[in-house]
């Protein structure tokens, strides 16, 4: 059931985040952008995205690699259709981590380096 709430998180956010870049909101650029931003920010552990990054990557060899769970030479459509899954929802997990390094990025922005004033 988890597995199956983070595949629908994961496509809701795809859905959501191409309808705000439509809007007005970050676009696709500035979301790519922001990846070198956000891996740097989390290899100094300034940024919380270790694990959805590990999770990204992890996505992406899967896709790039020539060993596939499902093979499409044998299986044919029901081969390719869990890549077309993992592209969707690497996608979408792009989009949605992006969106919220942006808005963590912009909160930053406004925090003072300092003591507590007590």
Do not use: N
Not at 4 to 15: D, E, K, V
Not at 83 to 108: C, K
Request: hydrophobic share 55%; glycine share 12%; proline share 5%.
């Amino acid at each position: 059931m988890g597995k199956t709430l983070h595949r629908r998180a994961a496509f809701i956010a795809l859905a959501r985040a191409l309808a705000v870049g439509v809007r007005g909101g970050p676009g696709l650029g500035a979301r790519l952008a922001a990846l070198p931003r956000m891996i740097l920010a989390t290899a100094r552990g300034r940024y919380d995205g270790g694990l959805r990054l590990a999770l990204m990557t992890a996505a992406t060899a899967y896709i790039i690699s020539p060993v596939d769970l499902l093979p499409e030479v044998p299986l044919a459509l029901l081969g390719l259709a869990d890549d077309a899954v993992m592209v969707t929802w690497l996608a979408g997990s792009v989009l949605a981590e992006t969106e919220r390094f942006l808005e963590w990025e912009a909160s930053q922005a406004s925090v003072v380096p300092g003591e507590m004033a007590g």
